[in-house]
């Protein structure tokens, strides 16, 4: 599945004259983009295709907001793809950080497989793709996480710092969730496919990368600048070994064969491992493809939902 950078965009025409606002994509390493609000309605406004009153999604304890209409909470699903955010749940920490518990709170009842679900989506997609083509940039699916987040949390300052905290994992999402369908050709370009972007039947899948990405972020970050206060984006081992005991609460494969004495691998193999280019510090980027790998090596459910193809999505969810 490609979690590198997507190709560059060529926008397929959009059956509104209007085109959608320019917005800044996220950038994966390094500084953040420049960080733009999108520009029209506000999200609060926004949010609501149909123009009523703001949704506010329950937040697992966590009060913001005011209800608008309850949306359905995870259920327990005869299988995982009918459940994407049963899988968000067991990567999470016993003890999540506030914010990954308020950012994955909101997203993964999204990600669910029912009717209730289905209708939140509905009502959200049009938020995401404004000029109505049926697919979604990386530019596109970053704006409307953050007026998402401002309208389902009821707090323009809140929604906007908690969608600049895990701004850098959105990239992984978007490029895994794109590359679940079929590839098909775009009428009215000159190469862009439907891989270059998010379709509405990817969307459901894309809301619980989201959260996926975020907790391995949430990770990174808490290891990233721990041995100081620069926190330049890069692990060192370092960094990797005096955060340890950090990590092991989340429930990583790549965490668990270390931690299993019946193997020989350490802190220091491991990180060796994560180190593609051997340059002796870890980026996200290598850090995700690690953890994600080892997910899929296990089979274990997370590791499932990160290799959906489009027969195992369950159908297009127009």
Request: hydrophobic residues 40%; proline residues 7%.
């Amino acid at each position: 599945m490609g979690c590198g950078a997507s190709k560059e965009e060529e926008k397929p025409a959009a059956p509104a004259p209007a085109p959608a606002a320019e917005e800044s994509a996220p950038a994966e390493e390094g500084a953040p983009a420049e960080e733009t609000a999108p520009a029209g309605d506000s999200p609060v406004s926004a949010v609501s295709a149909a123009g009523e009153t703001p949704l506010v999604i329950p937040m697992g304890g966590i009060a913001r907001g005011s209800v608008h209409r309850s949306a359905p909470a995870p259920a327990a699903a005869d299988t995982m793809t009918d459940s994407p955010a049963m899988v968000v749940s067991m990567i999470l920490p016993a003890e999540p950080s506030a914010d990954l518990a308020a950012f994955t709170a909101l997203l993964s009842v999204l990600a669910v497989k029912s009717d209730e679900a289905k209708a939140l989506r509905d009502e959200q997609w049009p938020v995401a793709d404004p000029n109505g083509n049926g697919f979604c940039s990386l530019a596109e699916i970053d704006g409307w996480i953050l007026k998402f987040l401002i309208a389902a949390g009821g707090d323009t300052e809140e929604g906007t710092r908690l969608w600049r905290a895990f701004r850098p994992s959105y990239i992984r999402a978007f490029n895994d969730a794109k590359d679940i369908g079929k590839e098909i050709r775009i009428p009215g370009t000159v190469s862009a496919t439907t891989e270059d972007y998010v379709t509405k039947g990817e969307f459901r899948c894309l809301c619980a990368y989201l959260c996926l990405y975020a907790a391995m972020f949430d990770a990174f970050a808490a290891i990233d600048g721990s041995t100081g206060e620069f926190d330049d984006r890069r692990m060192s081992l370092e960094e990797w070994e005096g955060s340890f005991e950090t990590l092991k609460a989340y429930p990583f494969e790549a965490v668990a064969k270390i931690i299993n004495e019946t193997t020989e691998d350490t802190a220091a193999s491991v990180f060796a491992e994560m180190d593609a280019d051997g340059h002796g510090m870890v980026l996200l980027a290598e850090f995700c493809t690690y953890i994600e790998q080892a997910e899929k090596k296990a089979g274990t459910p997370t590791g499932l939902l990160l290799t959906l193809a489009e027969d195992e999505l369950g159908g297009n969810d127009e």
